[in-house]
Every structure is written in C-alpha cells, then in structure tokens.
Nanobody, 124 residues
Framework: QVQLVESGGGLVQAGGSLRLSCATS????????MGWFRQAPGKEREFVAA????????YYADSVKGRFTISRDNAKNTLYLQMNSLKPEDSAVYYC?????????????????WGQGTQVTVSS
C-alpha cells in the first residue's frame, strides 16, 4: 500500500518561506514522477510543481515559477517543496501525489496516490 504524508505547512507572513515535505512509503520513490498541487476553499485542485523520478527535470506553474523549488531525496523517499516570497494567494491545502506513467504532469487525474494535505496560510 502506497502512503504519502505531507508536513511543514503553517502560518507565515507575506514574503516569508516554508518548506513542505512529503514522505513516501510502499513504493520506491525514485521510479515514479511526483508532484505538488494545492487547493483553496471553493476552488479546484491546481498544479504547483512536478518532477520526474530522477529529480533532474522539473516543471512549475507560472504563478510559482522563480519562488518555489521542487526537489527530492530518493534515499529518504521524500519529496520537498521550498516556498519563498510567499503571497496571500498561495494560501491553500498543499497535496503531494505520485503520477501515473506517461501522463500529463499538470493534471490532477494523472496522479494515482495522494497524501492527506498540509495547510499553508499566508497573512498579508
């Protein structure tokens, strides 16, 4: 059984930073592409960032490009999202997921396993 557990969310002022972690078990993380999505109240889950199995190729939503960095430590089976220069509009529940092979990295339906989410709140 694959399990994903996010952590690292919290309350931060605008301009601040947070680092999210996603610990995986039940699957060798290095063989699977993974990504981060977020969902604000009343909105659909939206793509934030993704990486392939090796972690050397990354993708970002335009809204976070230059501020967020996705990375992974395959030895620890952990995915990270470093978030800098946070804005109030970044407030949401952040989810990590594992992507099915040969699927579009920016579409939530391409992901087959998800964590429970971690809340990020950015105050103005």
């Amino acid at each position: 059984q694959v399990q994903l557990v996010e952590s690292g969310g919290g309350l931060v002022q605008a301009g601040g930073s947070l680092r999210l972690s996603c610990a995986t078990s039940g699957r060798t993380s290095s063989t699977y592409a993974m990504g981060w999505f977020r969902q604000a109240p009343g909105k659909e889950r939206e793509f934030v960032a993704a990486t392939r199995g090796s972690g050397t190729i990354t993708y970002y939503a335009d809204s976070v490009k230059g501020r967020f960095t996705i990375s992974r430590d395959n030895a620890k089976n952990t995915l990270y999202l470093q978030m800098n220069s946070l804005k109030p509009e970044d407030s949401a529940v952040y989810y990590c997921g594992t992507r099915k092979p040969y699927n579009n990295y920016a579409i939530s339906s391409a992901y087959d396993y998800w964590g429970q989410g971690t809340q990020v709140t950015v105050s103005s």
